[in-house]
């Protein structure tokens, strides 16, 4: 059984992504004075008096708008509340009832879903604001006095959004799900690809670049197995980042990277290999992930019998460094090998948590030393005593040496490519480190 839904709802800057950062202990979703910052649905895990929950931030509702924007945001929030146990409509003291609080108000009545009312920014302890009896004309029940900034109140909130969980059983373990981040510049297709996987439109798409900000989580599960995509703001160069919001955006992205399981870099087929592309595959590259380059709107590339695989010697020519990472052609558009993803998410997982006995790598150490003598400096020469695995996800070696001077790094990099070819390890970058005798970890 999954874990109860918790939805925050409520029109445009009323504190909802700073209750949401509130309850789940970090600062997950963007906070700003500006009105529309949260866009898509933003999850988090929650415990409250032994119960595990889920909670949901979206963006802010407004009932009368026009703008195709805001119609998404509002969209999602919809799409939020119809999938929620509990709904938690966050109100504002400082602006009293307002037309747009009435109307959502309304939305969540005609829901018929069980609606926690708080009323935010009433930061000061004491007697309450007497405007907070106003909120009783919303017809939700009590309104809770809350300061999502300081605290007070978070607990009679979730006390009374605990009184609507259904029974509690043994939940599904979500550990066994692969966290699958999609990354990439703007406009490559990443929420395309999201909304093609999960079959419903989770994420805005939109061809005005920057549309996501934050990094989503969607859970999914199929015939290939469970997992949780993380689908990212798009990484501009850093001289184009110079809006805040956008600041944090690229920050998500790289948070997305390091709590991944597997990368999906993608490129656009018509452009191929940018020099944002390079840094942007460089972060998962150095943050040690397994990585499936994806090409994307390969539907609008003309080709004849040698495109892609000229297309696939570009791709590994300007991305040398990760030249053990599958390269896979798609259209998020009309869903033209994107079941392929999958078995090949499933692939390079398990190839980054591989693990080999020290014996069989001493074998591959001393039959690679027979084929190429460790290099020599002034007559001495390099003496490799042996090779241990210490570390998954990526796989991690100590090779102990008598000199890390005399380790050129190109014969380390003999020494992986000799691991590769005997292990396989596809799709997932190597750490090795050298140890010389005598030195203490």
């Not at 009435?102 to 009545?109: G, I, P, R, S, T």
């Not at 934050?214 to 859970?219: E, G, L, P």
Request: hydrophobic residues 40%; proline residues 4%; contains cysteine.
């Amino acid at each position: 059984m999954a874990r109860p839904l918790v939805a925050i709802v409520g029109r445009p800057n009323v504190g909802k992504s700073m209750l949401f950062n509130r309850l789940a202990g970090s600062r997950l979703s963007i906070v700003e004075d500006t009105p529309g910052v949260t866009r898509d649905r933003l999850y988090a895990e929650c415990e409250w008096n032994g119960r595990r929950f889920d909670i949901v931030d979206t963006g802010g509702i407004e009932p009368t708008a026009d703008n195709e924007i805001l119609l998404f945001m509002r969209e999602q929030a919809n799409i939020a509340i119809s999938a929620a146990d509990v709904v938690v409509l966050v109100t504002e003291i400082g602006t009293g009832v307002t037309a747009a609080d009435k109307e959502v108000a309304d939305m969540l009545l005609r829901a018929k879903k069980p609606v926690v009312l708080c009323v935010n920014k009433m930061d000061s302890t004491g007697e309450p604001d007497p405007v907070i009896y106003e909120f009783y004309s919303l017809g939700l029940g009590d309104p809770i006095a809350l300061s999502a900034v300081h605290g007070h109140g978070t607990g009679d909130l979730l006390d009374e959004c605990v009184k609507y969980f259904p029974p509690e059983s043994e939940g599904d373990n979500d550990d066994d799900r692969i966290k699958v981040a999609i990354i990439g510049k703007p406009n490559v297709g990443k929420s395309s690809l999201t909304n093609l996987i999960l079959g419903e439109n989770r994420v805005i798409v939109s061809n005005v670049a920057g549309t996501t900000r934050d990094a989503v989580d969607s859970a999914f599960e199929n015939k290939y197995g469970k997992y949780l995509f993380i689908d990212t703001a798009g990484i501009r160069r850093r001289s184009k980042v110079d809006d805040r919001i956008e600041k944090f955006s690229v920050m998500r992205a790289q948070m997305a990277i390091e709590r991944s399981d597997v990368c999906l870099i993608m490129l656009d087929a018509r452009e191929g290999v940018t020099e944002q592309d390079t840094k942007i595959a460089g972060l998962a590259h150095e943050a040690g992930k397994a990585s499936i380059i994806v090409v994307n709107k390969w539907d609008l590339v003309e080709k004849d019998g040698k495109t892609m695989d000229k297309m696939r010697k570009e791709v590994m020519r300007d991305l040398s460094f990760m030249s053990y990472a599958p390269v896979l052609f798609i259209s998020a558009l009309t869903g033209q090998r994107t079941e392929r993803i999958f078995e090949l998410v499933n692939f390079v997982n398990d190839q980054s948590a591989m693990r080999i006995t020290t014996g069989m790598l001493n074998n591959v150490l001393a039959d690679a030393q027979a084929r190429v003598q460790p290099p020599t400096d002034k007559g001495k020469r390099l003496k490799i005593y042996y090779m241990t695995q210490t570390g998954i996800k990526p796989p991690n070696f100590v090779v102990f040496c008598n000199s890390r001077e005399l380790f050129h790094f190109s014969y380390q990099r003999y020494l992986e490519n000799q691991i590769r070819s005997t292990f396989g390890l596809e799709g997932t970058p190597i750490r090795m480190v050298i140890r010389q005798k005598g030195e203490k970890e």
